[in-house]
């Protein structure tokens, strides 16, 4: 019969579990990144595909499909606008690169404002009231998703490849 010393096993758990944190830690910080990059375009990506396929539903998918082929071409035709849309804003980069960084900041700052509303709309029911008065805080909203548009806005510097440029010209 073997007898295994309990303190043993708790310094062995001890020592062991700073390692399990740091590999998780890093772990963690791998996948938020990839999901930041995620999140920096799905809004647009979401938008501008959703509202290509509804619109283009009853126009031409109807017309070129029948049964569930119909949502086929809907996809479809949402993926073939996002491509349009990634060359597009990669090819405003290149020629234009100081509207571009406008309309990607501007695009960010949609974007945060979105992502934004909707957690404070899950876990809060609405902003939150940060300070005692109400213009106070929606200011310290606004600064807050402002903050965070900037941090979205290189991450899409990033995406599009626009890193250089955006230095280059700046």
């Not at 949402?78 to 090819?91: E, M, N, Q, W």
Request: hydrophobic share 60%; charged share 10%.
């Amino acid at each position: 019969m073997i007898v295994i010393n309990k303190k043993l096993r708790w310094e062995t758990i001890v020592l062991l579990l700073p390692i399990f944190l740091l590999v998780l830690l890093v772990f963690l910080l791998r996948i938020s990144k990839a999901i930041s990059k995620f999140v920096a375009v799905f809004i647009d990506f979401l938008f501008i595909g959703g509202f290509t396929a509804y619109s283009l539903h009853e126009k031409v998918s109807i017309k070129i499909a029948s049964g569930n082929a119909v949502y086929f071409w809907d996809i479809v035709f949402g993926i073939g606008a996002c491509i349009l849309y990634f060359t597009l804003l990669s090819y405003l980069v290149i020629k234009f690169p100081k509207i571009a960084a406008l309309i990607n900041y501007i695009i960010a700052w949609i974007g945060t404002l979105v992502i934004y509303g909707m957690i404070c709309a899950i876990f809060i029911g609405n902003f939150p009231r940060l300070l005692n008065n109400y213009f106070l805080s929606t200011l310290v909203n606004i600064i807050i998703i402002t903050v965070l548009a900037f941090i979205t806005f290189n991450i899409r510097k990033n995406i599009f490849g626009t890193q250089q440029n955006y230095e280059e010209h700046a």
